[in-house]
């Protein structure tokens, strides 16, 4: 099936400029050492061949006429309502700006789906991401012989970066952990999902342990359960027998890790939510005076610690949108992840959807303890959200039709 999507890709140039500028958006954080965080590639590579297809299908009306890609819009007409209002950061016009490339870069996933190509920069995203977690793994660990002993790792030495030039750091383990973590859940559907020759097994194998090696070496427990949440959603909706092999061989591996090393679990319970707690009874204790409106678009929840330290968000991003945008924005949030689970759920039968719904999974516990903002320029955290949501809208039910209407 990738050959004939590569070949496909080759006789259709406006195809392969799409997935060409996805891939770019995908793996420009690990090849990118700059600081110029991809922006004139995206731009040209990505969202303008995006607004071109845009106009080209005459606004995709039908891409936006189903339940998901409705309340899509409702959020994002919110979002920059919001904006409008005085007390808001962020100017309506570049929320507009904003709004515009959300829905360029799901127009773009969806399309891509449809013509069944997507596998294609998808598939050399995770080929990139498994050769730099290997790579940071081996100038971390060989080339500057970092000690692996955990109380070294757990205080200052949590993977984020490369550690070469600069190259694929993403500046904290948190997002490092979810970025990779999502390759993980992808490589581990390739597995599970597709017909593989003998010889490929061992690499992809390979591959896998890198990313989940690296996700490990985070110490993100936000990355860790989202990563172990997709991955289950996967085993356990595939009808493939190899995916109930799969399944209790990760049982048994997690199951003696934990054995073997159950006095770094406990130091890992005792650490809890690692001070989120008190960070969401301040919210809530706010509550009363944000509820209804939201503080604006782009307010931080500021908390300080009794000890001095300040955060600038509520370190979950189901608060920090209601904090931002009101019980209207948070409505308009879950009404978005329930519809799109939903379709996907509903097409499960297909393989992609089964893919699509790991994803949504994996975004769905990430946020409950991370992720500070979707709704910003392109960043890691689109990886995380808005390409599972770009999924679901461009699934396909037989013959197109979903409950009626056309999907694409």
């Known amino acids: 099936m990738f050959s004939s999507s590569l070949r496909t890709l080759l006789s259709r140039p406006g195809l392969a400029f799409l997935s060409l500028g996805l891939f770019v958006q995908l793996s420009g954080f690990l090849f990118n050492n700059d600081g110029s965080h991809r922006a004139t590639q995206v731009y040209l590579l990505l969202f303008l061949p995006a607004l071109i297809l845009l ?6 009306l039908s891409f936006w006429r189903q339940p998901c890609a409705q309340v899509l819009l409702a959020l994002l007409a919110w979002v920059v309502l919001r904006s409008c209002f005085g007390d808001s950061l962020k100017a ?16 773009v ?15 050399l995203a995770v080929l990139v991401a498994c050769c730099f977690a290997w790579l940071t793994l081996i100038v971390q660990f060989v080339v500057l012989d970092k000690s692996m002993a955990y109380e070294v790792l757990r205080s200052t030495g949590r993977l984020r970066e490369l550690g070469w030039h600069g190259f694929a750091n993403l500046s904290h383990p948190v997002p490092a952990g979810l970025y990779y973590g999502i390759f993980t859940v992808l490589l581990l559907s390739v597995l599970v999902e597709r017909e593989l020759a003998a010889w490929a097994w061992l690499p992809l194998m390979v591959g896998l342990a890198g990313l989940l090696v690296y996700v490990l070496f985070t110490f993100s427990r936000g990355a860790w359960f ?41 130091h890992e319970w005792v650490l809890g939510t690692s001070q989120r707690g008190p960070i969401w009874l301040s919210w809530l204790a706010r509550l009363p005076d944000f509820w209804v409106l939201g503080e604006g678009a782009g307010a931080r929840f500021i908390y300080q610690y009794p000890w001095g330290d300040i955060v600038y968000h509520a370190h979950s991003q189901y608060l ?3 904090f931002e945008y009101g019980i209207g924005g948070f409505i308009l949030f879950l009404l978005l992840l329930g519809t799109a689970l939903h379709k996907a759920w509903r097409l499960r039968a297909d393989p992609a959807a089964r893919v699509t719904l790991a994803t949504l999974v994996f975004a ?21 959200f808005w390409l599972p949501i770009g999924l679901s809208i461009g699934l396909q039910a037989p013959l197109g039709k979903l409950q009626g209407r056309p999907v694409a």
Request: proline share 4%; charged share 10%.
């Open 55 to 60: 106009v080209a299908k005459r606004c995709a």
């Open 92 to 107: 309506p016009g570049y929320l507009l700006k904003l709004v515009l490339l959300i829905l360029l870069y799901v127009l």
């Open 109 to 123: 996933i969806g399309h891509l789906l449809n013509r069944a190509v997507i596998e294609v920069p998808l598939a």
């Open 226 to 266: 989202s990563t172990l949440a997709g991955s289950l959603t996967l085993l356990l909706l595939s009808p493939h027998r190899r995916a109930r092999v799969m399944l209790w061989v990760g049982a048994l591996l997690i199951l003696v890790m934990m054995t073997v090393f159950w006095s770094r679990v406990e």
């Open 320 to 322: 920090q949108l209601w």
């Open 364 to 384: 769905l516990v990430a946020m409950v303890s991370d992720i500070s903002t979707v709704f910003t320029r392109p960043n890691v955290y689109w990886v995380v």
